[in-house]
């Protein structure tokens, strides 16, 4: 079939598979041959030691490419065809400075960290960019401070059904809300009519609705009609309290979550590492919440998948 | 030429400090004042390549984890040669590959490439590449590609 006549939805999937396969097995490859062949050079001079240490090396990397392509197979099982998970919210543009002062720009938003989760997981991502935001964030020991530049377009209802048809097959649906006016409460409740499971990352609905510097606040709960699953991290919960929806997720990065699900509590253990950058921890923890869902996995299950998962990508 | 050191990023871009690289087992002629930046996202990688030149008596004076920081670190640290990934996030490989070769202190590039397509490695060698070899190349080919480079095309 004709590159151009290749269905979207198709062309999605492709673009996914080919990133799996590019950023995983293949480095694998790559860095296999390379060790090999030190390997051998080390043999040609007589050194055993240095040789056997590749070999080693070798044993690890068979491994783990053997774990990666498993995931993909995984992924690509026709039984799990149908985990599309769709994610909305606007691109962000990120001027990020990390702790020890390196500064770096980065595309950013839920879509962009999202669908790089959802992909590694081997799920099919229904990223879709609403609108702009540039930003600039710091992270510092104490959290991460961000100042709002640009404010995107809100997501109208009218705009949300238009892309309807491109969710089909979607359970459930992160909207990625970079401020309080991404998407107006009639979007929401049209999406939940729909039929659609929405996961709200909260972090906009705390920022408010103006450029910047980010101070969190109170949620307004009417933008919360609709919401299945709310995700804040600490510093928003601080501000926001606890919102009354149904799954209430606080993420704490490398130190786990809390899930409260209709008031009762769960501890969601972390591994304790520290992120050195975790810019976009939380879209990829709350897509990968969503396609634990998706997968029919209860609350606790999927929180706990969803921050090994994390992990697993920010660790590095 | 000589390097105190390697300064390194990891996947995320952190800067992390790491011990001197140190020159293993290979004859003392070898490559051994050829200093390299690394530019490559994937960390695993990096850090195979990084112990293979070093093992190859080459000094790896920085690491790059996208096409921006590679650009910026190749001006800073001025290796010899620079050893570039073609697909990286931000900046991609074959335009930092295009603003070192064209700077004024332009080095020579060699690029890797997991691509098989003949007018991407075109696409590398016009924006002033030393030399494109495609991912999965074997470690002599790519120290002969590195020397080569560093030797120039007289």
Redesign the interface.
Known sequence: MPRDDVPPRREEERRALADLL??GP??????M???A??AR??LD?G?VE?ARLGIVRLEQLAADGADELRRICDGLDPARAGERVAVLGPAAQDEVV???G?A????GGTPHYAARALASAGASPVAIETGTLISRLRHTAGGTEQEIATIPEPLTPDAARDLLPRLEGCAWVLLGAQTAGDFPAETVRLLADHGLAVCLDGQGLARGSEPGPVRPRPIDPGLLDGVTALKLNEQEARAAGRPAVPELLITRADRGCLLVVDGEEHEIAGNGRR???P?GAGDSFAALYCLGRTRGLDPPAAAAAAQDGVQRL?D? | MASSGCTTGDGAGAPVARPPCQRVGLPSNVAESIRILIAEDNALLRGVLRDALAEAGMTVVAEASDGAEAVTLAEQSTPDVVVMDMRMPNVDGIEATEQIAHASWAMPVVVLSAYDEPQMIEAALAAGAASCLKKGVGLDELIEAIRAAERGPG
């Open positions: 590019h950023d293949q480095q694998m490859m790559t860095a041959r390379l060790v062949d030190g050079h080390a001079e050194d240095r990390l702790e020890d390196t770096l720009r980065r595309p992120f050195a950058d810019t920010y590095g």
